[in-house]
């Protein structure tokens, strides 16, 4: 067993941690507050390539391995968690379903523009009455000669309003449940496809996320994705990719957790020492970095596992599970070592904590994740 990173993965950690501190870092407070979409941080991303990691070269990507994409992704969401899920959608959960599922005519025409950051995906499966059962697609889409016309409702969906191309899972045969639902590729600007409000959300607050709605939307047939009734497959299949980013994600916010919370308890001082001298704080320092190290090994043996092509299902979701859980721990005791001070926006640990809370909802809750883990075990031979 090896922990060293290669060369490459080195350079693609410090690259990400020097863009994050030099571009990201500085507006990062006031998108929080401001709610506004880091429009130019996310152009920057595409042109330097962290847009299409994973996507192979002759589609547009770096070509990277996932190892090196959840070594970006720790990077950018230590500082900035909404870059973080901005760039996981695009990457995980659009990009690498088109390279996988896509025909080379979606490849050529959607996926190139993607993985080169010229274009930015969505991923819509969520529905006000299908979120963690997300087998009950109410969005139909129904057969027109050459289109598809849908019509339906998605909610909670990030890069909602700035999205150029979306994936919407829509029910094309009712009668088989799960196994009639399909994929499409749809594209902003398509009469009859419209998206509601921003929502004003408790973190990563400068993502995009609303609902979007679609009245008798034409899709012509070529956006279908891989085969019709294959679309559930196709969104559990992507999500299990998905699971790796968010854990990565939720890790950068409980590393940039720990980070803050070193820094001021070697500068507080209280009862004529610094805080960092008394064992209550340094127990707490003890523990997230323990479970920060327990979570990273989790998250890194999914990223291997999918990189060498084995299962991995399991393995993202165990990656998930702990790491939201973590995040939103490690935010929780930053807040308690700053005392006050870690309750107002000067000293970002509150903003840790707004972000890490919902790592443990998107992309299948912690409760999804258990059921997915349990399955597995229980239904192994
Ligand atoms: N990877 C691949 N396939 C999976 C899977 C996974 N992680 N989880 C479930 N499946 C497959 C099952 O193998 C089954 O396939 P077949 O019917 O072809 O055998 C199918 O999905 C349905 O699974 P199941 O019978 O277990 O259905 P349930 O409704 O009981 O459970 C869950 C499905 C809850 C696991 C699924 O709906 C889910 O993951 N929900 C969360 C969705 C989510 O993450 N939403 C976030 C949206 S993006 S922010």
Redesign the pocket.
């Known amino acids: 067993m090896n922990f060293d990173l290669t060369e490459e993965q080195l350079m693609i950690q410090e690259s990400a941690r020097d863009f994050a501190q030099a571009e990201i870092a500085p507006t990062s407070v006031q998108r929080d507050i401001s709610a506004e979409f880091p429009y130019d941080i996310i152009k920057k991303l595409g042109e330097l390539g962290f847009m299409g990691m994973m996507v192979s070269p002759e589609n547009g990507g770096a070509g990277l391995d996932t190892i090196s994409y959840v070594l970006a992704m720790i990077e950018m969401s230590k500082v900035d968690a909404s870059v973080g899920v901005i760039m996981s959608v695009n990457n995980s959960?659009v990009c690498h379903g088109l390279e996988k599922y896509g025909t080379d005519y979606i490849k050529q025409t959607y996926l190139t523009p993607l993985a080169k950051g010229e274009k930015l995906g969505a991923?819509a499966?969520?529905e006000p009455e299908a979120?963690?059962?997300?087998?009950k697609q109410k969005t139909m889409a129904d057969k027109d000669g050459d289109y598809y016309i849908l019509n339906g409702m998605k909610n909670?969906?990030?890069n909602g309003i700035n999205a150029d191309y979306y994936l919407v899972m829509a029910t094309t045969d009712k009668a088989k449940g799960?196994?009639g639902i399909s994929t499409f590729l749809i594209e902003k600007g398509t009469p009859g496809f419209g998206h509601g409000k921003k929502e004003d959300k408790l973190g990563i607050r400068s993502s995009d996320t609303c609902s979007l709605t679609f009245e008798n939307c034409r899709v012509p047939k070529e956006n279908l994705i891989w085969d019709e009734g294959k679309g559930?497959?196709f969104?559990?299949?992507t999500?299990?990719g998905?699971?790796i980013g968010i854990a990565a994600q939720a890790l950068g916010i409980a590393e940039a957790s720990l980070q803050a919370s070193v820094k001021y308890s070697k500068e507080r001082k209280a009862f004529g020492n610094t805080i960092s001298n008394f064992q209550a704080i340094q127990f707490k320092i003890a523990d997230m970095a323990v479970k920060i190290d327990a979570a990273k090994l989790l998250t890194f043996k999914a990223a291997a596992l999918k990189d060498s092509e084995k299962k991995y299902?399991?393995e993202?979701?165990m990656a998930k599970l702990y790491s939201s859980k973590i995040a939103v721990e490690a935010a929780l005791e930053a807040i308690q070592i700053h005392g006050g001070y870690g309750y107002v926006r000067e000293y970002l640990v509150e903003r840790y904590l707004r972000d890490a809370k919902i790592t443990e909802i998107?992309?299948?809750?912690s409760e999804?994740q258990k059921?997915?883990i349990s399955?597995a075990l229980l239904d192994e031979k």
């Open positions: 959960l991923f499966l969520s979120g963690s059962d997300a087998t909670w969906i990030t799960h196994h559930f497959s969104a559990m299949n999500l299990n998905g699971r299902y399991k993202a979701a998107y992309e299948g809750t999804i059921m997915v399955r």
